[in-house]
């Protein structure tokens, strides 16, 4: 990590973004890429901003730049954000091909499994989820406690109650703090 000092304007895009302050951000970032137009980061806190407003047109727009300026292996997260917009406006098919470019482009980065077998979880269909999460595991770069999390899900649908809780259980052992796998496995253990 950089001992780099952030200049005074990426703190105050940080600091906005964080606290959910998304108007504050775009325009923060607006007046920024003035000056660094083909800013990455820059384009990509435009785009999320613009997402939680709901502006998904000016979002994927401001997410096309990057994939321009980047190479493909570069611009993977990108698609799955753009995914996330589809996701979002309710237009799965769409998002999924997103998803399914993003894994196309690096298939040893996990994210792109979890945004289309979550996609996939939530629409019903559990043994298409259950591959694609699967498929996340092989993965060199990954949350492990996300996916077995997500797998945990799918088994806790399917009424596997046991497979469940050994999936949140490995969850909870990658990361202490998974709140959620912790109240999962709560609920499945009773029926264990």
């Keep these: 990590m950089s001992n780099k000092k952030l200049s005074p304007e990426i703190q105050a895009i940080l600091s906005a973004s964080d606290a ?13 890429l003035v000056e660094h137009p083909n800013s990455p980061r820059g384009l990509i806190d435009l785009g999320r901003a613009f997402a939680q407003v709901f502006r998904f047109d000016e979002a994927e727009q401001a997410f096309n730049k990057v994939i321009e300026l980047s190479d493909e292996k570069s611009a993977a997260a990108i698609y799955g954000e753009i995914g996330n917009l589809y996701r979002t406006q309710g237009k799965f098919e769409q998002a999924m091909q997103w998803y399914e470019k993003q894994i196309a482009a690096d298939p040893e980065d996990a994210l792109g499994y979890l945004y289309l077998g979550n996609l996939l979880l939530r629409q019903g269909d559990f043994s298409s989820a259950a ?24 088994n806790r649908s399917l009424e596997n109650y046991g497979e469940a809780a050994s999936h949140f259980k490995q969850a909870i052992e990658l990361n202490d703090r998974h709140d959620d796998a912790k109240v999962a496995l709560k609920d499945v253990k009773k029926l264990c």
């Design 131 to 154: 591959t694609v999460f699967h498929k996340a595991l092989e993965c060199k770069t990954a949350c492990f406690d996300e996916i077995h999390y997500s797998i945990g899900l799918v």
């Design 20 to 32: 959910g302050l998304h108007v504050t951000t775009i325009s923060l970032v607006q007046k920024f």
